[in-house]
């Protein structure tokens, strides 16, 4: 290194261009995924929070809004608004409740397929991707087979003479959660099992022959590894938690509608434009704000 | 302190086969307790097999396994007693080095106290105390490597198990690694075995080398044995450069190599049936063609030098024989040029070099 500086007394200026040059292809690199950013979220996001606080819609106009009038004070109404805030509780809590089933589902299942050999690991990764390829609306009638009043599992429970009458199974949080676990499910499974297998063979013997045992030398070497990448399946399978709308929409019935269920009736069902921008608006500043806070933690803790 | 009659390490017909590969056909072995032995290959030739059946990572077809007088080839690695350095290091990534070196300790729930005290015995040995808190991500190669021998060392194993430690360094800190860990065998007095490919760095580290191929041990000795002494033509070639020549045995313990036109005297015995003698390169002289006339005429075959690869201190011809043979002649060069280059009409000189026969 230090050769080569004295060999090329003009290297710091040159480095310091090429270093510009790469970081300008960076930016080539990005510019796809933030075109495709800025065209299909944030602009739409800005139009949503400019009609959250637009007026309403004047009789006999053909849009749903009035933009000419500014009103701020529909947003601080919302927010103390009870149905909003019981709506946005059971969202945030059905999206918290989905993540801990998921994790608690996902870890050991991912784990059982990275110890898995040869044809038996195909077909479980298959599993695990197929019901993706399925219609969402189909899966969720699916489910409805399964657990409604005349469902599988109520006839099979009848039939054995367990039950008299069917069991409640749909129209609950436990039904919801089923569903959304269902739906969200393969993604923390297919970042954890990414994650295991970028374990090294090698620190699993080394810690075997320090005297741990099969299960402590695998915690060690592949599950405690893999923390961050769980972290990271969490937070997606939280954001797709708060995000539920067709299972509580199927499954559930209004004491589990969610935000986004609330934002679909407001806007296309009732019209009411304003109102289903301010709900959008604050339920994602809300989710936004309960995704970051462990983000920060975390920082905190590292720095 | 340990019983010299126990060896450290006892092997005995140990196979394995992969599918309808047999990496290990029946190897016997033993290990004296205390000694500094390499496993010596080319790769594919079980070393690395041997190796994870002696630690336990993988099971046997046929045959046992001993450590320190114990059977252990039914045992899980945990229960071995042995230590494992890989050539990768393979560090727990997310713990510090204190917390690598301390892993075994804790997993024998040695108390805190003692642990943090052996920690730092370890560290000290491999001389790293003052990085004890680093992540592994933050060490250098040779640094992550020593920090693996001391994780090995420090639950005080019966058996070291060194696999390729050195083969991701660069030369000149393999060098020094390697002295360091016949420094530190020299303070703990564990037994190590020591897997390599490299024949440079077996004859140097190692009291016995063993010379695996094809599943199988050819020779097993102290290296200057194994160097001056190979037991076979493949010991020969492996273990460094080496003229294998096709010799016919004569009476009075010479035999006559046509490729070098001379009758040499033998050493060692003379085995049955087709032999080839075994001349070292450095033993060879190259001459001007047409130098060295009157009595010492004969004593020369004409060649063409092919390459001269210079070594700084030596210089290797590659000469082409007319005969179509290649012969290889090392010249030490205490000062100077090589005399030679690529071109060069030679003549190769034997005299009264002693060779090796071996079974052709």
């Known amino acids: ?195 295991f297998s970028a374990a090294d063979a090698r620190q699993f013997d080394a810690a075997r022959s320090l005297g741990a045992g099969p299960v402590r030398a695998y915690l060690e070497t592949v599950i405690r590894p893999a923390w961050p990448a769980a972290g990271g399946a969490a937070l997606i399978t939280a954001v797709w ?24 009736t407001r806007a296309l069902e009732r019209l009411e434009w304003v109102d289903a921008a301010g709900w959008a608006l604050l339920g994602v500043l809300a989710f936004g704000a309960v995704v970051a806070l462990p983000a920060l933690v975390v920082r905190r803790r590292r720095s | 302190m340990s019983d010299q009659a126990v060896p450290a390490l006892a092997v005995r017909s140990l196979a394995r086969r992969y599918g309808a590969v047999e990496a290990l056909r029946g190897v016997d072995l033993e290990v004296r307790a205390g000694e500094r032995f390499c496993l010596l290959g080319p790769s594919g030739s079980g070393k690395t097999t041997l190796l994870r059946l002696v630690a336990g990572f993988e099971a046997a077809d046929a045959g046992t396994v001993e450590i320190a007088g114990r059977r252990v080839d039914r045992l899980p690695p945990e229960r ?61 190669g040779g640094q992550r490597q020593r920090v693996a021998l001391a994780r090995a060392l420090a639950p005080a194993p019966a058996l070291l198990l060194l696999d390729e430690p050195l083969a991701n360094l660069d030369r000149r800190l393999r060098e020094s690694l390697r002295a360091e860990i016949v420094d530190v065998h020299r303070q703990v007095g564990v037994t190590i075995v020591l897997v390599t490919h490299d024949q440079e760095e077996a004859l140097s580290f190692a009291d016995r080398v063993g010379v695996l191929r094809d599943g199988r041990l050819e ?77 010492r005429a004969g004593a020369g075959v004409p060649g063409v030098v092919q390459h001269a690869a210079y070594a700084g201190g030596s210089v290797t011809y590659r000469v082409a024989m007319d005969t179509g043979l290649q012969m290889l002649v090392r010249a030490a060069l205490p000062d100077g040029r090589p005399a030679f280059a690529a071109g060069a009409q030679v003549a190769v000189h034997s005299e009264e070099v002693a060779c090796r026969l071996l079974p052709s």
């Open chain 1, 241 to 264: 938690g708060f995000g539920a709308f067709v299972g509580p929409l199927v499954l559930g019935n209004p004491p589990y509608y969610t935000v986004a269920v609330e934002v679909y």
């Open chain 2, 219 to 295: 020779q097993v000795g102290a290296p200057v044995e194994v160097w001056q002494r190979p037991a076979s033509r493949f010991v020969a070639g492996f273990l460094g450069e080496m003229n294998l020549l096709p010799a016919r045995p004569e009476p009075g313990g010479r035999a006559f190599v046509d490729a070098l036109g001379a009758s040499l005297p033998v050493a060692g015995e003379s085995p049955a049936g087709v032999v080839v003698a075994c001349v070292r390169p450095e033993a060879l002289r190259l001459e001007r063609d047409g130098v060295g006339s009157g009595a």
């Open chain 1, 1 to 195: 290194m230090q050769a080569a500086a004295e060999l090329t007394p003009g290297a710091p200026g040159a480095a310091a261009a090429a270093r510009r040059a790469v970081a300008g292809r960076g930016l080539l690199l990005v510019a796809p995924a933030l075109l495709f950013v800025v065209v299909l979220f944030l602009v739409p996001f800005l139009a949503v929070a400019r009609i959250s606080v637009a007026g309403p819609a004047v009789p006999g106009s053909r849009t749903f809004f009035d933009l000419s009038v500014l009103a701020p004070g529909n947003l601080p109404a919302l927010a103390a608004d009870p149905l909003f805030r019981s709506v946005l509780g059971v969202t945030l809590r059905l999206g918290l409740v989905t993540t801990v089933v998921c994790m608690a589902v996902a870890v050991p299942f991912a784990a059982y397929v990275h110890r898995a050999r040869g044809w038996w690991k195909t077909v479980l990764v298959a599993a695990i991707i197929l019901p993706k390829l399925v219609n969402l609306l189909v899966l969720l009638y699916g489910v409805l087979l399964i657990l409604g009043n005349r469902g599988f599992l109520n006839q099979g429970l009848q039939g054995l003479g367990l039950v008299d009458r069917p069991l409640p199974l749909f129209g609950n949080l436990f039904a919801v959660v089923f569903t959304e676990v269902l739906v969200v499910l393969p993604y923390p499974l297919l970042v954890l099992l990414a994650a």
């Open chain 2, 80 to 140: 071995r007693g042995v230590g494992v350095v890989f050539q990768d290091y393979a560090l727990f990534p997310h713990r510090t080095v204190a917390e690598n070196v301390g892993f075994g300790l804790r997993m024998q729930r040695m108390a805190r106290a003692r642990r943090v005290e052996r920690v730092a015995d370890m560290l000290a040995l491999v001389r790293l105390g003052d990085l004890a808190d680093r992540r592994p991500d933050q060490l250098s």
